[in-house]
């Protein structure tokens, strides 16, 4: 019911403000409209920032939906502590900050400070990494904070150091559309960064001479735009770039002036490469790519001089990680290709601030302010900065290091801020017992379905996105406000609050009474430039002061923002230095004096020997696992999973299987899997059930799964739990591109969907409660707008009629069953309102006729079905209504053979379909799948013909 103000009320007052997305990498600005009256303030519209230099304007599906994930609804709003009897009970902020201080306070008198750490997470903000890193590592005295940005970019970060001297990312966004070639090596850049995605599609149709290599095991919706794909076999990535430095070495293609005068270490490197056979037919055999093709991509590499090498995951995620980071830097050293505008190796993190907590330090083996433990006169410098009494001596556990130390006994006390280990991390099975066995952990989160809950002594609630108030940095140095726009909900705090009134009850209230973000960031920026020399120039460079270390992160002018410039900050990529008129300047392309961050300024080229993936397949498990982002959710679902739109793209868990491999163990497309690792004994490692998805973009020997389904939203969705806790030993991170595993059916008797209004069952627990009385081996929950819809599947023969009097609430209204399929349709009602709908099929096979969940989702929000929607609800749809298929289209909410049947009557590409259905119109995310449906149709239709004729 809308509430009219009366005629003399004060009218709402509405007022514009931007902001970043607190998704991926890109770091997009977001322009949000506000109405704002006497009791609150609401966000009433949302779009990209025109302004902002990362996105001028666009968003994503993702962003796009940001508004849809605001409820107070699943909030945390009061702090919580276990009692005695294991329940969490809510307490004061005073009651749980006391206890959190008290307990640090006896762990480092009994234990030493060594025994508390820290989990962080690229979600937080800056200002909120910074206060974590000066209490943790300055204060309470142990090295121990590490972050999930170790699962995302972590073996960046070391092969920018080992060849820069610094953790620093050459490149620009700008740089992708002044490049004459773009290699994406391991980014499905089109799902993962799509916004960027849409930058480098748009750059190639204003520039035909760009040219685009696409280097991934998978064909993936990156390879729309794509003149060269290289389907490669998994983990062979530094064999193709060593084959590459080879190449270029024996075609006359180096840069040798640039070699001579600003880099070391190549003679090294190539004679590492040469120790295998560099002919071109012995990397394709060893690669498993077309020798011509791979031809092509050296050549077009070699002969270009402005070109980047964007990398992502595909390349860190491995227990080489590092060392193919390198192989690619070495390419662009060996050629001269960095530090000129479209030319350098870009490094694209996952997260939306992974950058801003290397920036403060927030990596175990890192100290703060690009500083680490291993420079001389770090530790001493931070220390005098913070006058801070414990500073570590070395670097601290990284994240699977980490929780193994917490299984060992070593740590006693975790705080855990803005991620979830408990779904997110390999071997996720030994995460969740190590999190059980410690002493005290601590919990600071804003979601109330985030997994990691479940093992938390101390709930701290947390303010989210549009309450948070701070910087991030995004893939290309950009610093941009995120700010704080509504209020947090009933007692959520902000994170670095909760630390700062910790270390104040530690006894320091010097170095933690801070007055807000504003001031912690000013203290963050002063920290970067306190004894921080320029860059030294080769000629007439001074030597430095014995007491100064150089970084290239300086972000020092910073330092002098008042509140109000902070606020109206633009976003501005380090180092920032200030105009000769005092304007701030900030630092769009690094290196470009070819002057690095080394003893000498000089680049090092690593030698590099490839490596395969260690964790090794067997008879048991002939699989290659490859895991990964979709495009409509956000890590492990906590936040995405609020807009119903979000959900219906990849609405269950799934695994993507080579016809060949489905073809020999009998599973067809829709059916349910089971998937299973070993471990080091051989018994049995996870247990993930899925849909198959048959696609001939995936490897034969190799599939992929999600890495985002959570406990709450499915039965066994966990991705982590299949694979083995290997880490890059250089970089800490782990091999979560390649598990080892088996696929097989998973054995039902019966599948089921069942729809049910919110508010009916509490949650997953419901849901997974009712389900073992049905003996059920599989279910995925599925919110939408008006209703939950839930995939069910299981083995005996349950007696539906009992289960649903017991568990939904009420009666079946309506009761169709056909016994000799086993099949069952049914309603239930309250006051002529639908409160459930349930539709069984038996049998393994999902049903050919899928419901319409659109209609029924308009049956659940109806007061009074007519009669005609009362008659048609046994069959799932109105007569006439056709199915629409998985959702291509999230915006528009457009489905696959809606799609497919507009294509078959005509509409012959993306353009025609836009016009037709709207599809691909709002944010783009969806234009690469509408392409590839396009051209299956036409190559069916092509097919078709060819068989007639
Ligand atoms: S690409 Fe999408 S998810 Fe990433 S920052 Fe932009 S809007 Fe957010």
Redesign the pocket.
Known sequence: MQVRNPPDAPQPARCRATT?????????G?AVELEQDQDSVRIVSLS?DVAHP??HG???????A?AETLSADGRLTMPQVRDEAGVLREVSWETALNLIAARFADLSRTHGGESIAAYLSGQLLTEDYYVANKLFKGFIGTPHLDTNSRLCMASAVVAHKRAFGADAVPCSYEDLERAELVVLVGSNLAW??????QRLKQARIDNPLLRIVVIDPRVTDSCEIADLYLGLRPGSDARLFNGLLAYMADRGRLDRLYLKAHTQGFDAALKAARREDCSLAAIARDCDVDVERLETFYYWFATQLHVVTLFSQGVNQSTSGTDKGNAIINCHLAGGKLGLPGAGPFSITGQ?NAMGGREVGGLANQLAAHMDYETPGARELVGEFWNAPNIPQGPGHKAVELFAAIERGEIQALWIMATNPAVSLPDSTRVRAALAACPLVIVSECMADSDTLAYADVVLPASSWSEKDGTVT?SERCISRQRGLLAPPGEARHDWWQLAEVGKRMGYQAAFGYSGPHAIFREHARLSGFRNVAPRHKAGSKPLAASSIRRLFNIAPLAELDREGYDALRPIQWPVRRGEKGELIGTLRLFEDATFNTPNGRARLVPVTPQLPHQALSDATPLRLNTGRIRDQ?HTMTRTARSARLMNHRAEPFVELHPQDAAARGLQDGALAQLAGRDEQGSVRGDYRARVRISHGQRQGEVFIPMHWNDHFASHGRAGALLAGLVDPLSGQPESKHGAVDVMPLPCEWQATLLIAPGVWGGHEDLAGAMAELEGCYWARIPQATLVRCQLAGEGQPDWALWCERHLSVQAGLWAQDVAQGGISAAGFREGRLIWWLKVTAGAARSDRQPNIAWLGECFASDQLSALERRSLLAGRLSGQADVGTMVCACHQVGELTIRQAIQSGDRCVEALGARLACGTR?G?CLPELKRLVEEERSDERTDSLEMA
């Not at 666009?58 to 796009?64: E, F, N, Q, T």
């Open positions: 970043t997305c607190p998704y991926c990498g890109v770091g997009c977001v990209g990362a996105n666009r968003l994503c599906v993702k962003g796009s940001l993962n960064h799509p916004v960027l995605f939306p995004n956000w944010c995310s």
